[in-house]
């Protein structure tokens, strides 16, 4: 169920945004203001090393500081097959996007509360997050060994340890243990629920 949801959003997602679809390569997701305290300022350092070297699509939809909207724009003209900037926060989009991702990414220099990695947990979309703030409080690292976990952290505050924790998470992709991995997100409870409940109604709704 869950894994075919994913598929008709994301098949949705891509007509939407005019792109080929296809379901065996990753997609990453970001909803967010566009800022420094949520990680662009090591988005737009790292950006371009990612997005020649993996095989995979990102969507940002967001609105902030002008020289990352001018960044983004300018980065989707660039690769305009594997990235997508949506300079707005419109309703559908954002839910369909966590609808849709496969991972979505909050690389933030702070992080007091979130709440976009409780409503990816709930979506199934694994979170790949800095160990800060809230993001740590609420998402643990998965463990190959124990397949125990809800996504994926980095420490440190640079592009460098953001790329090499992209990588990591995205090879889980196409292995048993991803579905194993949505299972456990998916699980999770927390004092958000009735907010997630909202966002899991709106899945549907998309889909409709």
Request: glycine content about 6%; aromatic content about 14%; hydrophobic content about 40%.
């Amino acid at each position: 169920m869950i894994e075919e949801g994913k598929k008709l959003a994301k098949h949705k997602l891509y007509q939407k945004l005019g792109i080929d679809f296809y379901d065996d390569i990753p997609l990453i997701g970001m909803v967010s203001t566009l800022n420094k305290q949520k990680g662009f300022d090591i988005i737009s350092e790292g950006l371009e090393d990612l997005i020649n070297d993996e095989s995979f699509k990102f969507v940002i939809i967001g609105e902030g500081d002008q020289k990352y909207e001018d960044f983004l724009k300018d980065f989707e003209m660039k690769h305009p097959y594997k990235f997508k900037f949506l300079n707005n926060l419109e309703e559908e989009a954002c839910h369909l996007l966590f609808a849709a991702s496969d991972f979505y990414l909050m690389p933030s220099a702070v992080e007091p509360s979130g709440p976009e990695q409780l409503v990816a947990l709930k979506y199934g979309s694994i979170p790949i997050v800095r160990e800060t703030g809230a993001l740590k409080d609420t998402v643990i690292e998965y463990d190959e060994s124990t397949k125990e976990g809800t996504g994926f952290l980095f420490s440190d505050y640079n592009s460098e340890s953001m790329l090499e924790k992209i990588r990591y998470s995205i090879s889980f992709f196409n292995k048993d243990d991803f579905d194993k991995i949505v299972s456990n997100a998916m699980a999770q409870d927390f004092s958000y629920r009735n907010y997630a409940r909202k966002y899991m109604a709106m899945f549907k709704k998309v889909l409709e």
